[in-house]
């Protein structure tokens, strides 16, 4: 028996292969096999021989079957790891190409500056670009003989013969949408109106389109120490660096009552501009407090409501914030010049995660 | 507006320095562009004295001079030919920057003979164009820094010229007087009374002037005198100078005194060579036809309504904008008219633009003018003529009043901290107000007559704040409208286009912002170019129309991209378009175009063609971004600039079009200069339905125990039969138990036979109260067959 056992757990661990195994399976315990026949002869035997051939005979059965088990296991584990072995790819190539697309400057930066003045309770109202020239000028106090619309350059569209209208304006700046949205809701408010203007001017620096975000807040006692605050949080929030000091001038908009420039901290070395820091100014947007006739003409009572107006450029601030040299680039469409200054589809700026991060 | 130190001096008596002027200036709303100061760049140089003067020894026109200097006697060799002993010169020591020849100057040798410096002509320091000799001064001590010389000796050579910007509210700033009153009022000198006595007039003019009652208005007062035997010629020097400085031509004497004026005090005058002049002069409003050749050398015809001056022959000056060449001054005049008269802003303003004439009596008359000078703008300007020319002057002829411009408000002293937020005690602001020129009566101030601006309330408050300066200003929070958290603030549609324009650029596209105006034939082959969306004025034949689609603009880039070697592209813009020319003519798009191919070759075979099916994937998975529903139309009714056989408009019915994708008709791509294919989608966001109501729970989800099962059906039907029929028709059978159609195969031609396709679709069932018997499918499947046939004429393949 032990014979047996020896010939039959040798051949189980000299198999080479499954077939090889299945051979020996059916010799060794298969229904003709070695073991199955001497345990038929089992019944020829008497009691106490069967007592101690039975027994051993079966243990003998379940060693083999568990050394061919455990063997198919193993030649199974061998052929995996040759097929793997044999499996192997070059990881160095490149995965499949996949388009990425980009979100442009002016879009990421409205987000980022709706974003900040949400905060502070702006909503965010529209106009139409192509608008009349009593939005545009009169209900700025900008009357026609004024100066201030042919220092403007503005686009103005066709009229044809007999209709004795004005002509309508491509808007010069956004605060058409001061009027309309005070006419519609009155006060008190706070809005900003960011979107596109257009001035008849196209040069190194200025391009026929670009975008404004206008600001208004009408209540009964906001102040031009308001205004100040606002922008010094907006400036601080939106280039990202705190304390950065602003700078108002005096200055003239027939809309505004008094009027100011407002320059923030900026330093220049060699050729490269610094927001935030060292003595010099850059002039970034101009401000007041509403003229009491624009009020009268958006149907407020200026003797019961008073408030800031501002506008300033999106592109321009877009170009400070992140390094872009040249306004007309941005109208372009040039795919390098999208996928470099673009920002990520999934990089929609929250105040919680930082604008630009 | 450009004015030197020196001039403003003649009004402003101050101590403080040009840098100092400047800020101050900016501070106070007059804005300073540029500072032009000629003695930062001279302030190296010292004088030195030639103690001896030899021939060098190997140059004929060189000459070896010995030099007395502040460091010592020094050699230094020369060339200029009146390099001599004794004669006092301005020396660039060792180390000096020179700027006419913009080199710094080095001990060096010149033909073997050591120099230690250099001594400097005129045009070598920038001083002028004189480089005939070195400078010899006729004073001056050895050591003395020429910028001192200068300062005491010869000022104007040094004087530092300042430019401003001036706002449109404040014509007194355009002359330099209105400028020191500024600067008076902020504390930085006091003004200098500048007047003058009448020139009492020692006969009657010959010329007299009527003002015609049309014209009242346009010209409401006129003042003119004679003056003869005058000797027109040169300006004095210092007048050449001052005007000279500030990028002014000098004419002649009389022309120079009218330009000086109207610098010195914002008053523009006029002079007539009398000889010149036929008959009386008359004011009056233009029939319209008449022509005038002015002194820009130019014909101008006149509309009507214009405010002209003439004589007995005819048109002669157009009021407050510019004289007739006929009647003008020359070297020769000896009897000269002048003129200082007010015209009315408005009407000026009007005029000059259609005649497009920018002059510097436009630009003032404009904004406004002093009225009430008028007389003294007369009485300055005879002074002057006869100090420098000679001659007698007239009586003064006077036609019309001076407008009436009276008029006061009241200082709310509060207000200023109510809408400014600056605390200023009111002592100060009643001492700003008169320092400004406003007569304080009581609470009430009344407005100087050159403050045409000062128009309320406000604008004393605007008066003070400014001199006070806003520099001060300190921020103040502003208090949320609401406590606690913000709340949204986006609209619905807000919210919508930044998911469109985030999801396209997820897609893969690259965002363009293009102009709202495109040129008039890209419009028209998208449908615009009509007059209503065309600019009266547009700043280039590419530029003349309002887009009336995204597409041209996309398409225009692409055509851009492909000249600079870029193919493969996706771009996308969100943006308003233009269907006519009224405000509110506008709507909100989204679209997006793919050209050439997915990406560039790869290892893989990923790449291939961009095809109507990409552009059909990304527009309805922008639509489902942007709340669109799930089932829509898809109509062939698209604009003829689509490929007529390869465009889908997707829509909630003919009449709701949510947008359309498909491929570019060919004659567009070409008109275009795009190489194509391209593909693309439009999309208009304003279209998708909104949400009735924004529910933030969802609907409980009905989740079966039981398995669904999917049958295949192939069936055979015409070419032209849409899937999405056949797809509806299958779903139709059994709405309760069909829970999707999936088409997954199309094939054509082969067996078939011409014009036939086959169509297969995966079928799911999804029972929902008990496990599906064959019998059940069976049924299902049926029915399937027989509502496609209906619907397309289909059969089952066989």
Redesign the interface.
């Known amino acids: 028996m032990d014979d047996l056992r020896d010939k039959y757990i040798q051949a189980i661990a000299g198999a080479e292969d499954e077939a090889a195994l299945e051979a020996l399976r059916l010799e060794a315990v298969g229904k003709k096999g070695e073991i199955s026949l001497k345990m038929r002869e089992l019944g020829k035997m008497s009691a106490e021989e069967r007592q101690v051939a039975g027994p051993k005979l079966n243990a003998l059965k379940d060693e083999i079957n568990a050394a061919l088990a455990a063997k198919k296991a193993a030649l199974g584990d061998a052929a995996l790891d040759a097929r793997l072995r044999e499996e192997w790819l070059d990881v160095t190539?490149?995965g499949?190409?996949?388009?990425?697309?980009?979100?442009?400057p002016?879009?990421q930066v409205t987000?980022e500056l709706?974003a900040i003045f949400?905060?502070?309770?702006?909503?965010?109202a529209e106009g139409?670009?192509?608008?009349?020239d009593w939005?545009n000028f009169d209900a700025l106090n900008i009357p026609?003989?004024?100066?201030?619309r042919?220092?403007m350059d503005t686009?103005?569209?066709?009229?044809?013969e007999g209709d004795n209208r004005p002509?309508?304006v491509?808007r010069t700046h956004t605060s058409p949408v001061q009027i309309r949205h005070m006419e519609k809701y009155g006060a008190?408010c706070?809005i900003i109106a960011p979107g596109?203007v257009?001035r008849?001017?196209?040069d190194q620096t200025h391009t026929?389109?670009f975008h404004q975000v206008e600001g208004l807040?009408i209540d009964r006692?906001?102040?031009?120490?308001?205004l100040?605050?606002?922008?010094?949080e907006f400036f601080a929030a939106f280039f990202e660096v705190d304390g950065i000091k602003t700078?108002?001038?005096?200055?003239?908009?027939?809309f505004t009552?008094?009027?100011?420039?407002v320059d923030i901290q900026c330093s220049w070395e060699d050729g490269q501009l610094k927001i935030g820091e060292g003595d010099g100014w850059l002039e970034v947007l101009g401000s007041g407090?509403v003229?009491?006739?624009v009020l009268q003409a958006a149907g407020v009572d200026p003797s019961e409501w008073?408030g800031f107006a501002f506008g300033m450029g999106i592109d321009r601030i877009a170009m400070l914030k992140y390094g872009i040299p040249d306004l007309r680039a941005?109208?372009?469409?040039?795919?390098?010049w999208?996928?470099h200054y673009?920002f990520?589809?999934?990089g929609?700026p929250t105040l919680h995660g930082g604008l630009s991060a | 507006m450009k004015f030197t130190l020196s001039w403003l001096k003649h009004h402003l008596d101050t101590t403080a320095s040009v840098s100092e002027i400047a800020e101050t200036l900016?501070?106070?709303?007059l804005?300073v562009e540029a500072v032009e100061d000629p003695a930062e760049r001279l302030g190296d140089f010292t004088l030195g004295r030639v103690i001896a003067a030899e021939k060098h020894p190997d140059a004929d026109k060189l000459k070896v001079c010995r030099v007395e200097t502040d460091e010592g006697e020094r050699q230094i060799i020369c060339g200029a030919p009146n390099a001599r002993e004794g004669i006092t010169v301005v020396l660039a020591k060792p180390g000096t920057y020179v700027p006419g020849i913009d080199t710094t100057i080095q001990v060096g040798k010149i033909r073997g003979v050591e120099s230690f410096g250099m001594m400097c002509s005129e045009r070598e320091m920038e001083l002028s164009d004189e480089h005939s000799g070195i400078i010899e001064l006729p004073s001056g001590e050895v050591g003395q820094r020429f910028v001192d010389w200068l300062t005491a000796n010869d000022p104007a050579k040094i004087d530092p010229v300042i430019e401003i910007a001036i706002?449109?509210?404040?014509p007194d700033a355009l002359g330099v007087r209105g400028v020191a009153r500024d600067l008076a009022a902020r504390g930085l000198g006091t003004l200098i009374a500048r007047d003058t006595d009448p020139v009492p007039g020692t006969f009657e003019s010959p010329i007299k002037v009527t003002i015609n009652d049309e014209a009242r208005e346009a010209c409401p007062v006129f003042y003119g005198r004679l003056i003869r035997g005058v000797k027109n010629g040169p300006s004095p020097d210092w007048l050449q100078q001052s005007l000279k400085a500030i990028g002014l031509r000098p004419i002649s004497f009389l022309v120079d005194v009218t330009n000086f004026f109207t610098y010195d005090r914002n008053r523009p005058l006029h002079v007539f060579d009398a000889a010149k002049v036929k008959g009386d002069l008359r004011v009056h409003l233009s029939k319209g036809g008449e022509e005038l050749l002015a002194l820009d050398e130019k014909t101008y015809r006149l509309a009507p309504g214009m405010t002209v001056i003439s004589d007995d022959t005819g048109v002669e000056s157009l009021g407050g904008i510019m004289g007739g060449e006929a009647s003008g001054v020359t070297e020769e005049t000896t009897d000269v008219f002048l003129e200082a008269a007010f015209f009315d802003?408005?009407r000026t303003?009007?005029t000059g633009?259609s005649l497009k004439i920018n002059s510097d009596a436009r630009y003032r008359f404009?904004?406004g003018i002093d009225p009430e000078w008028t007389p003294h703008g007369i009485e300055h300007a005879t002074r002057m003529i006869l100090d420098h020319a000679g001659g007698e002057a007239s009586e003064v002829v006077v036609a019309g009043e001076i407008p009436d411009h009276a008029r006061a408000y009241r200082l709310d002293t509060e207000r200023c901290?109510?809408?400014?937020?600056?605390d200023i005690p009111a002592e100060t602001q009643r001492a700003t107000l008169e320092a400004l020129g406003f007569v304080m009566d009581g609470d009430m101030a009344h407005v100087p007559s050159w403050r045409p601006?000062v128009m309320?309330e406000?604008?004393l408050?605007?008066e003070v704040?400014?001199i006070a300066?806003?520099?001060k200003?300190?921020?103040?929070?502003?208090p949320?409208?609401?406590s606690g958290v913000?709340r949204?603030?986006?609209?619905a549609l807000?919210k919508r286009e930044?998911a469109g324009?985030?999801?396209?650029?997820?897609?893969?596209?690259?965002?363009?912002?293009?102009?709202?105006?495109i040129d008039r034939t890209a419009a028209e082959l998208f449908g615009g170019g009509q007059?209503?969306?065309?600019?009266?004025?547009?700043?280039?034949s590419e530029?003349s129309h309002?887009r009336p689609a995204l597409l041209p603009g996309?398409l225009q880039?692409a055509a851009?991209?492909q000249a600079?070697g870029?193919s493969d592209?996706?771009?996308?813009e969100?943006?308003?378009v233009?269907e006519g020319?009224?405000?509110?003519?506008?709507n909100l798009c989204l679209a997006g175009i793919l050209v050439g191919r997915?990406?560039?070759k790869?290892?893989?075979g990923?790449?291939r063609a961009v095809d109507l099916y990409d552009a059909k994937t990304d527009a309805e998975a922008l639509l489902s971004a942007m709340g669109a529903p799930a089932k829509m139309q898809i109509l062939r009714s698209g604009d003829a600039w689509w490929h007529p056989g390869r465009h889908g408009v997707l829509c909630l019915g003919p009449k709701k079009v949510l947008g359309i994708f498909g491929e570019i008709h060919p004659r567009i791509l070409q008109a275009l200069d795009v190489k194509g294919p391209v593909v693309g989608f439009t999309i208009w966001p304003e279209a998708i339905p909104m949400p009735k109501k924004a529910v933030s729970t969802r609907p409980a989800l009905a989740q079966s125990d039981l398995q669904p099962v999917e049958r295949d059906f192939a069936f055979v039907v015409d070419r032209d039969v849409a899937a999405l029929d056949l797809v509806n028709a299958a779903a139709g059978a059994d709405k309760a138990l069909i829970e999707e159609v999936r088409v997954f195969d199309e094939f054509v031609g082969g067996s078939l036979g011409e014009g036939k396709k086959s169509l297969a679709i995966t079928v799911r069932m999804q029972p929902k109260e008990a496990t599906l018997k064959e019998k059940d499918i069976e049924a299902v499947g049926v029915k399937i067959v027989e509502k496609v046939g209906k619907a397309t004429g289909g059969t089952l393949r066989g």
């Open positions: 190539l490149p499949r190409p996949m388009r990425t697309g980009s979100i442009h002016i879009s987000e709706t949400a905060d502070m309770g702006f909503s965010v139409p670009q192509i608008d009349t939005y026609g003989h004024h100066p201030a042919a220092e686009f103005y569209m066709h009229r044809d002509p309508h491509l008190p706070r596109r257009y008849a001017d196209y026929p389109m807040a006692d906001i102040s031009m120490a308001n100040k605050w606002v922008l010094e700078r108002f001038r005096a200055s003239h908009f027939p009552e008094p009027s100011a420039e407090m003229h009491p006739k008073q941005f109208f372009d469409s040039d795919l390098r999208l996928k673009g990520s589809s999934l929609v | 900016t501070d106070l709303g804005e706002t449109p509210n404040r802003p408005i303003a009007y633009r404009e904004r901290s109510r809408l400014v937020g600056m601006d309320g406000a604008d408050v605007e704040a400014r300066s806003l520099t200003l300190e921020g103040k929070p502003l949320r409208m609401h913000p949204p603030i986006l609209s807000q930044q324009r985030r999801t396209a650029a997820s897609l893969g596209y690259n965002e363009c912002v293009t102009y709202s105006f007059d209503a969306s065309m600019l009266a004025n547009p700043i280039s530029m309002m996309l880039a851009r991209n600079r870029m592209l996706a771009l996308f969100m943006g308003h233009f020319g009224e405000p509110g003519e506008q997915t990406g560039p790869d290892v893989h990923a790449s």
